[in-house]
């Protein structure tokens, strides 16, 4: 079962649930000045319950994985 985007939302798999229905959110594209300018700086994001359509700014930190250096030469 799989849903379509719309233009404003960016489909991605996600670990986090909704707190009401318990689906999984999805991450939604910034509009507005608050979301464009004022929640990246704390790291704020919006999401969204694709089924109960609950909308909400959720501060979520990605472990990135980083490369290593060490191996490579500089030839």
């Not at 233009?7 to 009401?20: K, L, Q, T, W």
């Not at 689906?23 to 000045?33: D, E, P, S, V």
């Not at 994001?45 to 979520?60: A, D, G, N, Q």
Request: charged share 30%; aromatic share 10%; hydrophobic share 30%.
């Amino acid at each position: 079962m799989s849903s379509t985007g719309s233009s404003e939302a960016v489909s991605r798999r996600s670990d986090m649930h909704c707190r009401e229905c318990g689906n999984n959110l999805r991450r939604l594209a910034r509009k507005g000045f608050l979301q464009l300018k004022v929640y990246p700086l704390f790291g704020f994001y919006p999401w969204e319950c694709p089924v109960c359509r609950k909308t909400m700014m959720i501060r979520k930190q990605y472990l990135r994985k980083r490369r290593s250096v060490q191996g490579h030469s500089a030839d």
